[in-house]
């Protein structure tokens, strides 16, 4: 197969989807910054976390993250790990370990 | 004709190289990510244990309070405001704004600054200073 990496869309899924992931953990960023320091100790925050907008807020966040950072850790071993058996492993591994933490993370705030 | 009698190949040594600051502030971007990345389990383990019960959120007291991982959680402070300010940065030039070589190189200070500033600022809380 001589595929030529170059054309229309090549990469411009995962390119827009990086920038969409990153605006979307920004806004949970600040929003968490503003209303962490009004959450006081263990309940406080528990509480916070428990409101169902945050924990909506939540997931998005931690889904915008696991495919922002596959994204990112992809474009790595793409970048410097030339022997293509190598890097597949990598990539597997990596998307393997955010598909993970995605469940655990998920499961965290789910039960609250 | 001097060029042809230049030595080749070229041996770049990576160590004398000066990069330029947006280069830096650049590759900063990307190990920054790279570390937040290998530290995910930690960080989901500890919202683990600040949501599980009142008992394992004294736990997590107890462990972010050992010095080495209060040193971990540090560097981890830096790499996600870095990689915050920088991804503001990357965001605003993929939308035409500072792309000019004076404004690309002022943001690129201003991402170094900032990121260290609120460092400085985060991480005197996190050690307990205030």
Known sequence: MNRIVVGAHYGLKDWLAQRITALVMAAYTLFIAVALPM???????????SHGFVRFATFLFIVSLAYHAWVGVRDIWMDYVKPVSVRLTLHVLTFLALLGYTGWAVQIIWRL | MTELTKQRPKFLNLLEIKQPLPAIVSILHRVSGAGLFLMLPLLIWLLQLS????????????????????LILLGLLWAFLHHFCMGIRILLIDVHVGVEKAQARASAKVVLAVSLALTAILGLKLLGAY
């Open chain 1, 39 to 49: 959450a006081d100790g263990y309940e406080g925050w528990r509480a916070l976390m």
């Open chain 2, 51 to 70: 949501l599980g019960s009142a008992e394992s959120f004294d736990t997590l007291k107890a462990v972010a309070a050992n010095p080495l991982v209060k």
